[in-house]
Structure formats: C-alpha cells, structure tokens
C-alpha cells in the first residue's frame, strides 16, 4: 500500500491516529521536519506495520504507547534520523580549529574536551581525535583529551562504537592518512586502535534529555560541535538548546555549527567570529564586543594569531521565516534605492581597482559600522554600476541589517548582471522566505540547485570566500526542506 493510497483510504480513526503519531513524533524527537509531511513518515510506518502484522495506524499508536514501546520508538528514532556524514566535512572549519582554536588549548596546559553533539555515526568526533592526535599528539597522550560523541540514535551509536566506515564516508581523505589510520575491512575501513582511544559514546535526546545532562555537564567542555542538529528543530527547541549548549560550554569556549543552522538565534547567545571562510561561535568572553547582526569579535589577547577575518557571506544563515529581524546596532543605513535619496560621499578607499574598494567595504562591515560600509557601497555602484559583487555586498549589509526588502531588490540587480552568480540566488531565497514569500524563496532556492549540478562539487563559488558549489547546494536544499520547498 503506498503511503497516498493510506491516507486516502484509512477510516478518519485511523487518519487521526496517523496525525497523533506526527505529533508524538515531534515530541519526542524535536524533529520538526516531519510536520507537514505525511508522506515521508507514512510511507516508513507502512513498511513497519507491515512487518509486525499490525493494521492501521492506531494499532501502530497503541504499539509505541504501551509498555514495551520504548523498543519501537528507538526503531522509529533510527529510521528518522538523517545519517549523512562524512570525515573533515566542512574543511573551512577543520582548519580554523587546527589553527588558530588548537593551539590555544595545547598552551593552556589543562585539559580539553570537546563534545560532538549529533554525531550520527562517529565520523565527526573521530575526525577531531584524528586531527589533534597528528597535530599534538602529547595532549592524546598524556590524558588531557576527551571527546564526547552523543547522538539520538542507537543504531548510529552502534555503528560509531565498531568504528567500521565506508569508503564514501572515507572521501576525500588522502590514501596515505586513510592507510596510517584505518585498516581494510572488506570493502570497509576500520578505525585502528590508537585513533579511537580517548573517544567515547552515549545516547542523548536534544529534545528530551537537555536539562539532566546540563546538571551533569556544567561549564564542562572547551569546544562543541553542533552541525546540521538544529536546523530540524523549530524555533523554541532551538533556543533551548542553544541556552543549553552555552551552559555546557565554559566562558570562552567554542562552538562549531553548520552553514545552515539559525545565525540570528546564534548571535543572541554567542559572539560570532569570523575565520577565512567560515563563522565560529565564541561563548561570551568579559571584554570582547557582543557579536549581534555579524559584528567581528575580538579574542582575548591570550588566544592564538588569527587568519585576518573577512565579511563572510557564507555564514550560518537563520531558520525560516520565524525569526525576528535583527535589531541594527549602528545608524541606519539610507534606504537602496535606484537612485540614492542622498548624494554617497566619495569612497574613503585609496583609489585604485574595484577589488580594493570591496575589500575596504567589507573592513568597515566587519567592524561593524554598517553606515559607513553601506555609503562606500553605493558610491562604489554610482562609479560602475555593472558590477555585480558591488550590488551582492550591499545586499548582505542590508541583509545584516535585517532590511530584507532593500536585500531583495540589490540581489536581484547582482544578479540581473550575473545569471550565474549562485551565492546570489542563495540570499535572493533567504530574503524572500524572511519577508514571507515562500514561492519566490523556493524559486530562488531550485536556481542554486540548478547551477551547482553542472559545476564540481569542490569548485568554489563566486563571492563564497572558499565556499564550494556542493556545500552551497547541500546549505539550499536545506532551507528549502525548512520551508517545505
């Protein structure tokens, strides 16, 4: 029976039932995703009463409702949850930590712990226990390293204890590194010993079990990663789970998401910090700037050398369309407009090419003084007006800014020059899903699929400081699942 034809035809007891289970799902997962789509986790219950012979979705209910229904919930759970992962996904992130958030801890002298919080099937925390092992070693060695790896799903649990993968979840990885740590399994590769030592594993619900692993995990870690987690939650688990992260995390810690995670629900509880071509979360530090609407945020004097921050427009961008719009912290800039209702002061910038005029705008935008980056801005698009990054770096001010509306119209001019500009398109949907209008979102949204699916997947994109077309793509399919695209 396909899941159309159980819909369609079951009794409204039944119907009902089916919804009770979405909604029970929801509670006890936190995943939000499924919400609206009956389809997808009606076609997996399907299969399931299939194989216990069970009729209908109220039998079903009955069966996670009664006293051995943990058992099913956890088979629910793991059939849920999405597995993709793969070692040192995210490379921009892998090297921020090697250099210039490592080092840190290798001088501090104490210990680190790191937790990897959804860590599917171990590939995350091993990737960390890999890198720091070859990086330095002596904090291995002397015991100062622990790296927590917790996750929803037993099954993914299971699958990271053995440490077996497989050569997809390997790619990428250099065959002499894959040869010194891992050892052929078959057509699989096992994790050696000495790579998983310091590593350990245990079950957590994000949505249920927060508050007693808070209690036990108070101020306890130095650096969390928490990629692509939340961006099946809503709004209000995902404010909770950020609080409870800060909490987890020491005053000056760190926090690692994924492109996609909410940047303006981030910016409320950590200080943004931008690396060469990613963003990293910083828990509070006395001292330093808060971080609102993508200010840099200066380190302790005590951290390591930094790669010279740029005004990234790949950062983690927020879920959709439920957030509020930022609160500016400097002047408003004027209003875009085809023709500025003032005349732009002439560019501060030393003259020279195009190039330099962007680079002096994005140092005013990552100091934060939007109404100065914004003037620059529309003199620099009054002297060419057919230069498409002038027009996109406008529109990711107004976007900073929470002036959606005035984002719409620059991104649209960026990419009247440019068809091909996908990291335009990107922010061309994001816009539109802020101000509410979901088709336009989608639209924007399926052009990035279409122009990453001819390009390679390392290939870098215009104006993405590093990004490449498969994480674009990968960070659009995502938000269109978020707006039921």
Not at 84 to 89: D, G, K, S
Not at 366 to 377: L, M, P, R, S
Request: aromatic share 8%; hydrophobic share 40%; charged share 25%.
């Amino acid at each position: 029976m396909t899941p159309a034809s159980s819909v369609t035809t079951a009794c409204a007891e039944d119907r009902g039932a089916l919804s009770d289970i979405l909604n029970a799902v929801h509670r006890q997962t936190g995943l939000a995703y499924y919400l609206g789509k009956d389809d997808v986790l009606t076609k997996k219950i399907d299969e399931r009463i299939a194989r216990l012979n069970v009729v209908g979705y109220r039998q079903y209910l009955d069966v996670l409702e009664s006293e051995s229904g943990d058992k099913e919930w956890r088979w629910l759970i793991d059939e849920l949850v999405v597995n993709e992962t793969y070692f040192f996904r995210y490379e921009k992130q892998f090297k921020a930590f090697k250099s210039a958030i490592l080092p840190e801890y290798v001088r501090s002298g104490g210990p680190l712990r790191i937790w990897s919080a959804g860590c599917a099937c171990g590939a995350e925390p091993y990737s960390l226990n890999l890198l720091i092992r070859s990086e330095s070693p002596h904090l291995s060695e002397s015991g100062r390293l622990e790296i927590l790896g917790t996750d929803i799903s037993e099954r993914n649990l299971s699958r990271a204890r053995d440490g077996v993968f497989t050569a997809w979840e390997l790619r990428g990885m250099s065959e002499t590194y894959r040869n010194q740590a891992f050892e052929p399994v078959g057509k699989n590769w096992r994790l050696r010993d000495a790579f998983t030592s310091g590593v350990t594993f245990s079950p957590l619900n994000l949505a249920m079990d927060m508050d007693s692993f808070v209690e036990g995990h108070r101020n306890h870690f130095d650096i969390v990663f928490c990629r692509n987690v939340m961006i099946y939650f809503d709004t209000a688990l995902i404010r909770r789970v950020l609080v409870a992260l800060r909490e987890c995390l020491k005053t000056g810690g760190w926090l690692f998401v994924g492109h996609a995670e909410p940047y303006l629900e981030l910016i409320d509880y950590f200080d943004p910090v931008p690396f060469d071509g990613t963003t990293v979360y910083r828990n509070q530090v006395p001292g330093t700037n808060k971080g609102r609407n993508g200010m840099r945020v200066t380190p302790p004097a005590s951290s390591s050398p930094q790669p010279e921050p740029v005004f990234t427009p790949a950062v983690p961008e927020p879920r959709l369309p439920d957030v509020p719009a930022p609160v500016p912290v400097a002047p408003p800039p004027a209003r875009v407009a085809a023709v500025p209702a003032a005349p732009s002061p002439p560019p501060t910038s030393t003259p020279g090419t195009e190039e330099s005029a962007i680079s002096t705008i994005r140092g005013l935008a990552n100091q934060g003084d939007w109404q100065k980056a914004t003037q620059e801005c529309q003199a620099l698009i009054e002297a060419a007006p057919m230069d498409a990054d002038a027009h996109f770096l406008l529109a990711l001010i107004a976007e900073n800014l929470g002036r959606n509306g005035d984002a719409v119209e620059s991104l649209k001019r960026a990419i009247y020059i440019d068809r091909d500009h996908g990291l335009a398109y990107y922010h061309l949907g994001l816009a539109h899903a802020r101000i509410g209008n979901a088709a336009a979102a989608c639209k924007a949204l399926r052009n990035v699929n279409a122009l990453v699916s001819v390009r390679g997947d390392d290939e870098p994109v215009r104006g993405g400081d590093g990004l490449a077309a498969g994480e674009l793509g990968e960070m659009a399919r995502t938000v269109l699942t978020q707006i039921g695209g």
